[in-house]
């Protein structure tokens, strides 16, 4: 702020001396120093202020960026479920063009697991003498080969 050297302080505490007095020099010092203390302190004062409005800006302007953000992704997430809609309306209405393709005595396309997979194999029942002896037990449909244990009786 001010450009005073050791010098200048030097020469205005001689003046002041010579000026003042000294007697009333002590009272003159706390005086100008009560001044200096309230001038700081209304300084830091308005510094604070100024540090406190510009991070509620900082804040703010963050909070309208999430905003912002949000509005973009919500509008990305709108567009997408739309274009989802539209294909499977797509998809819907080729398969019912399909359906009606079908003529009424032609037999249906046939659904379910593949002849021989696991799933298809645990939907048949095999024959007992073709079972294998090794196979987990209710696997085939059939009843596990060992009953459960019976529960004991309760005396009464």
């Known amino acids: 702020m001010f450009d ?4 200048e302080l030097l020469v205005i505490a001689v003046v002041a001396l010579v000026v003042l007095g000294p007697e009333r020099l002590p009272k003159a010092a706390r005086f100008a120093g009560l001044w200096v203390r309230r001038a700081r302190n209304q300084w830091d004062s308005v510094k604070q202020e ?3 409005e510009l991070h509620a800006d900082e804040i703010k302007r963050q909070f309208r960026e999430a905003q912002e953000s949000v509005r973009d992704t919500e509008a990305q997430l709108r567009a ?3 274009a989802v809609r539209r294909e499977a309306e797509q998809v819907r209405q080729q398969v019912h063009a399909t359906d009606a393709a079908v003529a009424p005595g032609e ?3 046939m659904t379910g697991p593949a ?3 696991p799933a298809s194999v645990a939907q048949h029942v095999v024959a007992e003498e073709t079972r294998d002896a090794m196979a987990p037990p209710g696997i085939d449909g059939q009843a596990p080969r060992d009953p459960p244990p019976a529960a004991p009786e309760v005396p009464r």
């Open 4 to 7: 005073i050297g050791f010098s």
């Open 50 to 52: 100024l540090e406190r």
């Open 80 to 82: 997408s479920g739309e």
């Open 107 to 109: 037999e249906p396309v």
């Open 115 to 117: 002849p021989g997979s």
